[in-house]
């Protein structure tokens, strides 16, 4: 991964989180609030696309490798994960008052264990893909992980601005928030810089990115069917609009 790239991901996280904790009345957070849904709704939407058309194709090209199984693993460990998190990846604000640090870190927990394993695929994302489906004289040229990337910044952002919120009405520090914010930007590049410089048995690497690609499934699919929680088993036109726009462009950036 390029420079630009590891900041765009550390970044992403502080944008999120500062937005968060630059908030101020009532009026404020709940503009801001009401921006939430549509953010989730493209970002799982762009999710569930790349990982769809881009993704699973790869890690499903050898079926020797039994790489369906990973990929229920990856969903039923975001399930665990998301117990730990309380529902922050896809936007969920579950407030605790006088709360001790435990709450905390039992959330950052969570959050970072999924942070460190999504990162972990972006330092070798292209050699999955080259190697897994090959490239041939009609490929589309070689595979950078960039929207791999893309997928994670855009779901990082409504992530980090919802722990900021969440961290803030649970009434801790602005130092102990801008610390969480820290460790939870810190992760998912950490994760890139192992998969770069640790040789990983390509069959290894294959089951770590089918593990990300549930983890995307679960999270995706959650965002998507929340979309408007207010309603029963409906959705407004805005974030319908939302999700086939994320869906498009997931789509071209595929192809």
């Not at 890139?192 to 499934?217: C, H, K, Q, T």
């Amino acid at each position: 991964m390029a420079l630009w790239q590891y900041l765009l991901l550390f970044g992403s996280v502080l944008l999120g989180g500062g937005i968060a904790q630059a908030l101020r009345g009532a009026e404020d957070e709940a503009r801001w609030r009401g921006y939430l849904p549509l953010l989730l709704s493209f970002s799982g939407a762009y999710l569930l696309g790349i990982a769809a058309m881009e993704l699973m194709p790869a890690v499903f090209a050898d079926a020797n490798l039994h790489s369906g199984v990973w990929l229920l693993g990856g969903f039923f460990v975001q399930l665990l994960l998301e117990g730990l998190s309380q529902g922050v990846e896809h936007g969920h604000i579950h407030a605790h008052k006088r709360e001790s640090y435990r709450y905390a870190i039992t959330v950052m927990v969570g959050l970072g264990i999924h942070a460190l394993l999504e990162g972990l695929p972006l330092g070798t994302a292209g050699d999955i893909v080259s190697e897994l489906i090959g490239h041939s004289s009609h490929s589309h040229g070689h595979y950078d992980g960039d929207h791999l990337l893309w997928g994670i910044v855009l779901h990082k952002l409504p992530a980090a601005f919802a722990l900021g919120l969440l961290l803030r009405y649970s009434g801790y520090s602005q130092t102990f928030t801008w610390l969480c914010l820290l460790c939870f930007a810190a992760l998912s590049p950490l994760g890139a810089m192992l998969g770069e410089v640790v040789s990983i048995d390509p069959i290894w690497r294959n089951r770590v990115m089918a593990l990300v690609v549930g983890s995307f499934l679960h999270i995706s699919t959650t965002i998507l069917f929340e979309a408007d929680g207010g309603r029963e088993h409906g959705i407004s036109a805005k974030k319908f609009g939302v999700v086939i726009l994320g869906m498009v462009v997931a789509y071209l950036t595929a192809h």
